[in-house]
């Protein structure tokens, strides 16, 4: 079996149209991280915490595999998501059971599609959700022209990055280019070497 680290670098780069940024404005009393019009509590973060830790250890993966610690990797995560989301809604993007179904197959760089989503962040109870989202993001990237379009490309950057997340404090202090910088008591921020899992 692959190591995970391996398939969240693959998922990097298979992700790498889009940047991860981040501003500073006033968080809302008990979110993790507020994404666009949308929140993100820090009761929601703890349940997929435990949820993706339990599916971890059931794949028999070590959380040291991880490129972030497994709080911060699974907020980036659900962040992603919730912009995935918000887009899809803002142009009017469908996803069918049978693109889930399709897409929920796929193996990735991980070898099987288990993996391939505990490499993303994802437990297998958020997995559905996870994969519309993603699928959406896939087809608006074609509704504007293409992946291998520069334009098309450059278009959903922006559509994108307008929608600024924001992450508590207690969570660590984010920087575009090199993520969490001060990860506080959820453990050390990843090597500088290692680039965000996605986006």
Same mark, same amino acid.
């Not at 998501?81 to 918000?86: A, G, L, V």
């Not at 202090?173 to 969490?180: I, L, N, S, Y």
């Given at each position: 079996?692959?190591?995970i680290?391996? =398939? #969240?670098?693959? &998922?990097? #780069?298979?992700?790498?149209? *889009?940047?991860?940024?981040?501003?500073?404005?006033?968080?809302?009393?008990?979110?993790?991280? *507020? *994404?666009g019009?949308? @929140?993100?509590?820090?009761?929601?973060?703890?349940?997929?915490?435990? !949820?993706?830790?339990?599916?971890?250890?059931?794949?028999?993966?070590?959380?040291?595999?991880?490129?972030?610690?497994?709080?911060?990797?699974?907020?980036? @995560?659900?962040?992603?998501? +919730?912009?995935?989301?918000?887009?899809?809604?803002?142009? $009017?993007?469908?996803?069918? !059971?049978?693109?889930?179904?399709?897409?929920?197959?796929?193996?990735?760089?991980?070898?099987?599609? !288990?993996?391939?989503?505990?490499?993303?962040? *994802?437990?297998?109870?958020? &997995?559905r959700?996870?994969?519309? =989202?993603?699928?959406?993001?896939?087809?608006?990237?074609?509704?504007? $022209?293409?992946?291998?379009?520069?334009?098309?490309?450059?278009?959903?950057?922006? !559509?994108?990055? +307008?929608?600024?997340?924001?992450?508590?404090?207690?969570?660590?202090?984010?920087?575009?280019?090199?993520?969490?910088?001060?990860?506080?008591?959820?453990?050390?921020?990843?090597?500088?070497?290692?680039?965000?899992p996605?986006?």
């Amino acid at each position: 079996m692959k190591s995970i680290r391996v =398939a #969240v670098a693959a &998922a990097a #780069v298979g992700a790498s149209f *889009v940047a991860l940024t981040a501003c500073s404005s006033p968080m809302e009393a008990g979110a993790a991280a *507020v *994404v666009g019009s949308r @929140r993100i509590s820090a009761a929601d973060l703890n349940r997929n915490v435990r !949820e993706y830790e339990a599916a971890l250890k059931k794949a028999g993966v070590q959380p040291s595999q991880l490129p972030l610690p497994m709080t911060q990797f699974v907020l980036l @995560r659900m962040t992603e998501q +919730s912009r995935f989301e918000q887009l899809a809604r803002k142009f $009017g993007v469908q996803v069918s !059971e049978a693109e889930i179904d399709a897409a929920a197959k796929d193996p990735g760089q991980a070898g099987s599609p !288990e993996m391939n989503l505990l490499a993303k962040g *994802v437990s297998p109870g958020n &997995a559905r959700a996870f994969v519309r =989202a993603e699928v959406g993001l896939t087809k608006l990237a074609d509704k504007f $022209g293409g992946r291998q379009n520069q334009q098309a490309i450059a278009k959903l950057t922006q !559509e994108y990055n +307008s929608i600024k997340p924001v992450f508590s404090p207690r969570y660590g202090t984010f920087d575009q280019q090199r993520g969490f910088l001060d990860a506080g008591r959820f453990g050390k921020a990843a090597p500088q070497d290692q680039q965000q899992p996605q986006g």
